[in-house]
């Protein structure tokens, strides 16, 4: 995937990314849920720019107990490497 990231980079691209705040991906692939710093120290250390992150198998862990644990993840990743974290929650626990 770094390999990935640095060509879509020396193309003056940006690298986005998917995953999920539950155990599943919306598709059924694995998901962040209880794996949020390793997952975003992948992310960071293969150069992504971009995150995605939506809402399906959550266990109904309610989003604001969900999503700050990624936020805090991709902030403190040891690359330093700003990600923009784009949530979906599809208007449910008033996350705004």
Not at 20 to 27: E, H, I, L, Q
């Amino acid at each position: 995937m770094k390999d990935l990231g640095d060509y879509l980079h020396g193309e003056g691209l940006k690298f986005g990314i998917y995953s999920c705040a539950g155990s599943k991906t919306c598709a059924g692939r694995p998901g962040s849920l209880d794996y949020e710093t390793v997952d975003a120290n992948d992310f960071a250390s293969w150069g992504v720019d971009y995150l995605k992150y939506d809402n399906c198998y959550n266990k109904n862990i309610h989003a604001l107990d969900r999503y700050p644990v990624m936020r805090d993840a991709l902030k403190n990743n040891p690359f330093k490497r700003p990600i923009f974290y784009s949530i979906c929650n599809w208007g449910e626990d008033n996350t705004w």
